[in-house]
């Protein structure tokens, strides 16, 4: 039930509602019915065999509850106060990342691999009126994924938010799907309006994941991205898992 009032709610333009209901019953229905869409609300949906879905350039392998997402690094050396945003998000310049996907996309891609939206967090409210909704929702395992002198690296997301002396709390961050919100009218997705895909401060509830408590172990500022990561503008993956905490 949860999940269709979701969907419904998130279904608010003719192309994408009819996608994100078959998102729900049949991945492949879903590839059909985008194709039969023009709207350019409507994200690009294929089918990859085996359970394996494309949703934009995000690629989802619903057996196993993960998706991937690819993007490069943003701002190192900066206050931060975003995991990530969409390119050309309003927050781009305190976020980590810079991810090629919508808010549409990522919540899209979360949604086929189960993930729903906590019934006690409203699904709609004024976007001009963000306000604080809390950090409600189901679990969710965040990495980063590159490639380093032909070798693949990974790390938890919170190591790569945090610098050497705070890294050793990095386990013991948790992130939660919960899903934006819309318009009364469904016809907007805070996320898509405001850019926000990622957060870990509380006073910004428009993105699609968030961590559950405020990650800053200090004042502003504190947070500026781990030396782990390679140099701005590399090439990164965001790695997303459903129903795990981060290890």
Not at 13 to 27: R, V
Request: net charge neutral; glycine share 10%; with cysteine.
């Amino acid at each position: 039930m949860q999940r269709r009032s979701l969907l419904a709610a998130l279904g608010g333009s003719t192309a994408l509602g009819p996608l994100m209901a078959s998102a729900q019953t049949s991945a492949q229905t879903a590839a059909q019915t985008s194709a039969q869409t023009s709207a350019p609300s409507a994200p690009q949906f294929k089918a990859l065999g085996g359970e394996r879905y494309q949703v934009g350039r995000i690629v989802v392998d619903k057996s196993a509850q993960r998706f991937t997402v690819p993007g490069r690094v943003h701002t190192l050396g900066k206050p931060l106060e975003y995991l990530a945003t969409s390119p050309g998000g309003r927050k781009a310049y305190e976020s980590l990342l810079e991810l090629d996907a919508s808010g549409t996309e990522l919540n899209l891609a979360c949604i086929l691999i189960g993930l729903e939206r906590d019934p006690s967090v409203p699904s709609w409210k004024p976007l001009g009126q963000a306000g604080q909704v809390g950090q409600v929702g189901q679990r969710v395992a965040l990495s980063l994924a590159w490639t380093d002198s032909g070798q693949r690296r990974q790390v938890i997301a919170a190591e790569a938010l945090l610098d050497a002396e705070a890294r050793s709390r990095a386990a013991a961050v948790e992130w939660v799907y919960t899903g934006s919100f819309t318009s009364k009218d469904g016809s907007q997705l805070a996320a898509d309006v405001t850019g926000t895909l990622i957060s870990f401060v509380k006073k910004d509830p428009t993105g699609i994941i968030e961590a559950v408590s405020d990650i800053s172990l200090g004042p502003y500022g504190s947070v500026r991205g781990s030396s782990l990561l390679p140099p701005e503008a590399s090439a990164i993956e965001l790695i997303v898992e459903a129903g795990k905490a981060s290890k």
